[in-house]
């Protein structure tokens, strides 16, 4: 019994060494380590987030009229009218023309997919993005609501040079 236990632990032992001694041959490689590459990886990235979440540019967008307080689009549905109202809440921190206004850190949303602008405003009300100066606003909104106000945020104006201006502004910093 005591050779088969001797047999056993330097046949262990054997094994262990052979095994250690594998892991001494493997190339090292700090690849992923590289801080220039991951820079370049990155700048990238960002590039191409901008690319995709960069308003959408609307052909044929609907007229512009001037009112009192805000460049307003052609009203032709109750969805819009709906939406043109709820908006009105809107303008003190995102601007008459949804623009944003950093000093209210408040990003620009005229010009923006209907379906992002819903998202965003159903994930702050359900909590799954923390938006503090929106949850007064929110708590008022239903699920339509959101919709009517997307509906109407999308055919708001804007300018792409503007926004790529202050988007490449912002991913230098």
Not at 15 to 38: A, G, H, M, R
Request: overall charge positive; hydrophobic content about 45%; proline content about 5%.
């Amino acid at each position: 019994m005591t050779r088969l236990a001797v047999f056993l632990s330097v046949l262990t032992g054997l094994i262990l060494i052979l095994f250690l001694y594998t892991f001494k041959i493997l190339p090292v490689s700090n690849e992923k380590f590289d801080l220039q590459k991951t820079e370049i990886a990155y700048k990238a990235h960002a590039a191409k987030v901008l690319e995709v979440t960069a308003p959408k540019e609307v052909e044929g967008a609907a007229e512009v009229v001037e009112v009192e307080y805000a460049p307003v689009v052609d009203l032709n549905t109750p969805q819009l009218v709906k939406g043109n109202k709820i908006f009105g809440q809107c303008i003190a921190c995102h601007g008459k023309g949804g623009e944003g206004k950093a000093s209210q850190k408040a990003p620009h949303i005229g010009g923006q997919y209907d379906w992002y602008i819903e998202k965003q405003l159903t994930d702050m009300k359900s909590g799954a993005r923390i938006n503090v100066a929106m949850n007064p606003i929110l708590k008022g909104l239903s699920p339509e609501d959101m919709k009517d106000v997307a509906a109407y945020v999308t055919l708001l104006p804007w300018s792409k040079e503007k926004y790529l201006a202050t988007q490449a502004a912002a991913v230098k910093k």
